[in-house]
């Protein structure tokens, strides 16, 4: 009979599993080629390529590596964008058809030879390639362990024909360049193992008792002894290269060490499968300090037992990240992206970021109050701890630190030994959350000590010396400094010379003494009535500051230079508008009803994509020496002109605020990564990127690409958005407040909340037949719109309707204004 053709998978696709955890699942490795996905456990992180590529590391305490480039690599946070190469660290697995001599290679890298069938699957705690070829069925998988340092993987495979197979598999897992001072690797017996050691490269005598409890080892376990091994990268490669390696063409590897060589680990299993026979191989990969510890994490996980465990023990650790609600709006209308993305990915990213801290020990304070806020709406005790560390580290004048030490030994680095002038204003902002879902009045009472002091003060009353802290640091115009950044870290020459100042910093801190006050009359916490009549008077002497210096017409600019000047104004060729200040105009009170029909006009008009806002526009093509770094970054790429999507997500919950919640929703949807737009951006729908490129009327072709960069503020804020916006399930003093802002377009939503550790399923819908919210809590109908004396334990049916009313405002007509981008 002749042979069938294969029905056409879908390139990407939702797959329902067990428990409900969805998988991702992507079937060529050449249409998305940097798709990836990433696993985390509190010490470590790795990104993994579809084409099995590798980006990872470990902390000790400080991030390293264990699996190299070719060359010695500065230390550095994960970057965007991050370009794979012929030699890019990678776990790869040679396999020969020893009766054909015919080789490839799996997952797809390095001999990129066309697979009879692929899909690379994206679990939540797990990765996974299936692929046919040359009549057989293989499957590998990665996942990592809860809490040590080691990557689990398991490699099987099936004889799917009638007739006997003989064949070798090659793990080949990258270990590289380890050190310019010592290096090697050989095969251990006794381990079964290939072990590299290496001296990480030092200058100074007191560098050597630092380092020498570094895991210098990188090891390669398996649970099958090896019929042959290789450990040296370029006797392995020979003249036929990572494409076609010379080694590969003898019957048996060498068994060849590598001695002050580059390292690798390769093993070699000869396998003869009968008709519908399977095999299956575990290898462990990771650092480790010495031998002893290499023993130990074999006993402890290899083995069918082992394996089993592990995997549980990591599936629930990362089970941990659901979040306070589930969502139900496809209804028929095809949004199940919509709803697996919020209620899994979004989660988990979230949970990564708040547990981990970006896996720093000095992450910045501004990302580490934000993405704690996010832990808010899922371990909220996590969001205490964290604010309570944080003020712990603020100076005794008020001033917040650039980063929180996270650990004895931590030290600010990078970005953080700058001076930055906001970090002040976030505690008050994302405060708001935690009280909101968890009522925890307490905190705000808790004596704090200082950096610089062992007076201890409550946590209010450090929460108010940030605040007159920002309110001292004004100008003679009553603008914020800007020092060497504010939020935007590489705008760091508007004011290094100590008179530039912020029209952004200027309105988030009218926008943090709002917010302060409000929450004292929300929460009845304790200030004097002469504060809260100051911090009241100073935000609108600040608003009306911005207004009378900083308003050009359509929009506000962004600052004012060391010398004077105004910038990101209409009179600018490049960086005429820049969204922040726009966004929190709205937020601060400090724009009016028709500065911000103007606003949102100029804003669609000059900054609205398919894939969102972008930061600014246009993109800066040269540096301006008045404004910095941010100029000198390639157009439409990060700060300059990107869809920076923390930025983004600031005006869409400005717009919330406003009441603009067609336009707000639509704007979150096109931030979202999506099936639909997945060859645009090139990523899959798992995590929201930190940017999708800009520029996008100076270069459109590459407009919308994703960064592939999972380290971003944006993710508590978007799913602040969610819970206490669209949903309008949002926490207050007296219980829970609905006040859903549904857009025209989605007319019924259901799902779960949970809060304050009560259980509400919930169904939202527009109907014409109220004009005003109308709420039913099990069939009673609720006066008003807050639900109160909701006991923890309970389940509630709670029934929501919303008028069905367009949002009738001016700006949005001006915003639809026959703009279309998509």
């Known amino acids: 009979m002749p042979k069938l053709p294969r029905p056409k998978l879908p390139l990407i696709s939702i797959d329902n599993a067990v428990a409900g955890d969805n998988k991702i699942k992507l079937t060529s490795p050449t249409k998305l080629p940097n798709a990836s996905g990433f696993l985390w456990n509190s010490s470590m992180v790795m990104q993994v390529n579809c084409r099995g590529y590798v980006n990872s590391q470990f902390m000790q305490p400080e991030p390293a590596k264990y699996s190299y480039a070719p060359n010695m690599e500065a230390k550095s946070f994960i970057q965007p964008e991050h370009s794979y190469f012929t030699h890019h660290p990678g776990r790869f697995f040679y396999l020969k058809d020893e009766d054909s001599g015919e080789i490839i290679s799996l997952p797809y890298e390095p001999m990129r030879v066309e697979l009879d069938k692929f899909s690379f699957e994206l679990g939540h705690s797990d990765i996974t390639w299936s692929i046919e070829h040359f009549g057989l069925q293989i499957s590998i998988k990665v996942n990592l362990t809860k809490d040590d340092l080691v990557e689990c993987w398991f490699f099987s495979v099936l004889n799917l024909t009638e007739k006997t197979k003989n064949i070798s598999i090659y793990p080949y897992f990258t270990i590289g360049y380890m050190s310019w001072m010592n290096q090697s690797a050989s095969y251990n017996e006794t381990l079964n193992a290939i072990v590299a050691d290496s001296v990480t490269p030092y200058q100074k005598v007191t560098d050597y008792f630092k380092n020498k409890h570094f895991k210098d080892k990188t090891f390669f376990l398996s649970d099958t002894r090896p019929t042959a091994w290789h450990a040296n990268q370029k006797v392995f490669e020979g003249e036929g290269g990572l494409h076609q390696p010379s080694a590969l063409q003898a019957e048996l590897l060498e068994n060849v060490e590598a001695r002050y060589e580059t390292p690798v680990a390769v093993m070699q299993f000869k396998q003869q499968l009968l008709a519908s026979e399977g095999k299956s191989y575990q290898f462990l990969f990771g650092p480790a300090k010495d031998e002893a510890e290499i023993a130990i994490i074999k006993e402890k996980y290899l083995g069918h037992q082992q394996r089993s465990q592990t995997e549980k023990s990591y599936r629930d650790y990362i089970a941990q990240s659901k979040a306070c609600l589930t969502i139900n709006s496809d209804n028929g209308t095809g949004n199940k992206g919509f709803d697996d993305f919020f209620n899994h990915w979004l989660p988990r990213q979230m949970f990564y970021h708040g547990d981990v801290n970006r896996l720093s020990t000095d992450p910045q304070t501004r990302n580490y109050i934000q993405d704690n806020m996010g832990m808010a709406f899922i371990h909220a005790q996590q969001t205490r701890k964290a604010y309570i560390l944080a003020v712990s580290q603020q100076a005794i004048s008020g001033a917040m630190p650039e980063g929180v030490l996270l650990h004895q030994d931590a030290q600010l680095k990078y970005i953080n030994q700058v001076p930055h002038a906001d970090h002040g204003v976030w505690l008050p902002i994302c405060l708001s959350v935690y009280l909101n879902e968890s009522a925890d009045v307490s905190l705000l009472s808790e004596m704090i000590a200082f950096a610089d002091s062992t007076e201890e003060q409550s946590f209010a009353s450090h929460i108010e010396l940030a605040l007159d802290y920002l309110i001292n640091a004004t100008d003679h115009r009553g603008l914020s400094f800007i020092e060497q950044g504010d939020w935007c870290d590489p705008m760091n020459m508007v004011g290094y010379q100590g008179k530039g100042v912020s029209a952004w910093l200027s309105l988030a801190t009218a926008y943090a003494l709002t917010t302060w006050c409000d929450l004292c009359v929300e929460y009845d916490i304790s200030i004097s009535q002469q504060k809260y009549d100051e911090y009241r008077f100073a935000a609108q002497a600040i608003n009306s500051a911005v207004n009378k210096h900083l308003w050009h017409g359509q929009w506000f600019a962004r600052g004012i230079t060391d010398d004077g000047r105004v910038f990101g104004t209409n009179e600018d060729k490049e960086g005429k508008i820049f969204l922040n200040p ?138 602040r958005c969610l819970v206490e916006e669209l949903c309008g399930l949002k926490g207050c003093a007296r219980g829970l407040q609905i006040m859903p802002k549904l857009p025209t377009t989605l007319k019924h939503l259901s799902g779960q909340r949970l809060f304050r550790r009560a259980i509400l399923n919930f169904t939202i819908e527009q109907s014409s037949e109220v004009t005003a919210v109308t709420i039913l809590l099990n069939e009673q109908k609720i006066t008003g719109n807050i639900l109160t004396n909701l006991q923890a334990g309970q389940h509630y049916q709670l029934q929501v309707k919303v008028a069905m009313t367009a949002e009738g405002t001016r700006a949005a007509s001006h915003a639809n204004g026959g703009q279309s981008h998509d």
């Open 582 to 719: 726009q966004s929190w105009a709205m937020l601060s009170g400090a724009a009016n009803q028709d500065q911000q029909v103007d606003m949102i006009a100029a804003i669609t008009k000059q900054l609205t994509t398919p894939q969102g806002v972008m930061m600014l526009a246009p993109s800066y093509t040269a540096m301006v020496e008045d404004i910095g770094r941010i100029t000198q970054k390639h157009p439409g790429v990060s700060e300059n002109g990107s869809v920076y999507n923390h930025a983004a997500i600031f005006y869409i919950y400005a717009l919330y605020q406003a009441g603009q919640n067609n336009l707000a929703f639509d704007l979150l949807s096109k931030m979202l990564p999506s099936l639909e737009n997945a060859q645009r951006t090139g990523q899959l729908p798992i995590y929201v990127p930190n940017y999708y490129r800009g520029a996008y009327h100076q270069l459109p072709k590459q407009a919308g690409r994703s960064s592939h960069l999972f380290n971003t503020g944006t993710t508590s804020w978007l799913y």
